[in-house]
């Protein structure tokens, strides 16, 4: 099966659905509570997404990871409905996203997702040891026909349609707080091998002055150093970059997980400049009520 561009530019092909063959589990503690946390992916029938179950909680409450049920968090994205919340999900959906496991329930005995060294690359490897298995419904797509941006302060994201269908992500980082980090960029085509080698590992990342200001919070006190990257004045203390790009490459993995919650995959050029999770959330609203999908025919609403 296949989709057109608007205005006959070329035809996208819709991909299969895919879900998990088996289950998995992995543990660690969060960063934000500290509270050791098990979670567990499940394969799911096509069609139902990405839903989260606390299993904690009576009646084990379900959470849909759309944006319909986007909460406000400090530096992350969380997810609520009713009395059930999950908390610190971006890198988990990313890995999710980037991998293409459209169908899974992720089962947690705590709120908050483990946090590990700050990147996907651990939910990546449990992931790729389920393996993936195709479903027989083709993927929606919102296909991006014509271009729009949205502000925020000094920060923005821009969408514009890809003369390529494909799905491009660029990431435009000023971090005027380090200059140790500075400025940097980082472009992407949103394919699996890509993600999986290039984006995936690439880790959390903060200053010094905003680790103390967490701590006197009562924030991460399990975490030191060496578990993500904290900049001083002349780079990340008892680490090493990954990558010389690694902190653009890293808001630019927030930012797939993001946009998973369109419950779709977005055909277009996407470039940010200093946004976080709440403009990114604000562009999935966008991009959901500015564009119509389906599985033959998708275009501007």
Request: hydrophobic residues 40%; negative net charge.
């Amino acid at each position: 099966m296949a989709s057109l561009l608007g205005g006959g530019m070329s035809v996208v092909r819709l991909r299969q659905e895919h879900t998990i063959r088996r289950e998995v589990s992995l543990a660690g503690f969060g960063y934000w509570s500290g509270r050791d946390v098990t979670m567990t992916f499940q394969p799911s029938p096509a069609g139902t997404g990405v839903i989260f179950e606390r299993c904690d909680l009576p009646g084990k409450p379900r959470i849909p990871a759309h944006i319909e049920y986007r909460s406000e968090g400090q530096r992350r994205t969380n997810l609520a409905w009713g009395p059930a919340a999950v908390d610190m999900v971006e890198h988990v959906l990313a890995a999710l996203a980037g991998l293409q496991i459209d169908n899974c329930l992720v089962t947690c005995d705590q709120p908050e997702m483990p946090g590990f060294d700050g990147s996907s690359a651990p939910f990546i490897s449990v992931l790729e040891k389920a393996g993936r298995i195709p479903q027989a419904i083709p993927r929606r797509q919102l296909i991006v026909s014509h271009s729009f941006r949205l502000e925020e302060g000094d920060a923005w994201i821009e969408v514009s349609p890809s003369q390529q269908a494909q799905r491009e992500m660029m990431y435009v980082l000023n971090y005027r707080e380090s200059p140790a980090i500075g400025q940097q960029i980082y472009l992407a085509d949103l394919d699996r091998v890509n993600f999986v080698e290039e984006i995936a590992p690439a880790r959390t990342f903060l200053t010094t002055a905003e680790a103390r200001m967490f701590r006197d919070q009562g924030r991460g006190e399990r975490v030191i150093f060496s578990d993500l990257l904290v900049f001083d004045d002349s780079g990340p203390i008892d680490n090493i970059l990954r990558f010389e790009n690694e902190c653009a490459r890293h808001k630019l993995l927030d930012m797939i997980g993001d946009f998973s919650l369109m419950g779709c995959d977005l055909v277009g050029r996407v470039t940010a400049y200093r946004s976080g999770h709440r403009l990114n959330g604000a562009m999935v609203s966008e991009l959901l009520q500015r564009f119509s999908m389906n599985t033959s025919h998708l275009r501007a609403a």
